[in-house]
């Protein structure tokens, strides 16, 4: 276990976003630790046929089951994640992620004040 286990765990999240299903499935605790540590999963593709192209390629590059197989660390996600997102939309800002973010979840704070700041990494108010 090392910070690429982190990785890994993106990597679920993400498949949990885009398909709403756990990616590992098992009968009991041990059985559903066995399948997470054999990356047995199927492709998000498979759950949700109209996702974009390239996705499932994606999702293995978080979750492959060998660590040395999965991103280097965090910044070489994010790299692959935003490449990833900008060939799907290379019109796309982060000021549009940020008003749409914004929307989603109001609660935070981040309203029409912050329109200038395209910063998507911005902390919510105290």
Do not use: K, W
């Amino acid at each position: 276990v090392d910070h690429r286990s982190d990785i890994f765990s993106l990597g679920v999240c993400l498949y949990q976003l885009a398909t709403g299903r756990q990616p590992f499935q098992g009968d009991s605790p041990e059985a559903l630790v066995r399948a997470a540590q054999d990356a047995l999963y199927p492709l998000a593709s498979d759950q949700v046929p109209h996702l974009p192209e390239g996705f499932d390629e994606l999702i293995a590059a978080f979750m492959a089951r060998l660590p040395r197989q999965r991103f280097d660390d965090a910044r070489a996600a994010e790299i692959a994640l935003s490449r990833y997102l900008q060939h799907l939309d290379p019109d796309f800002t982060g000021a549009e992620l940020s008003g749409f973010l914004a929307a989603i979840f109001p609660e935070l704070g981040m309203g029409d004040e912050d329109s200038a700041n395209t910063d998507v990494y911005r902390r919510p108010r105290e």
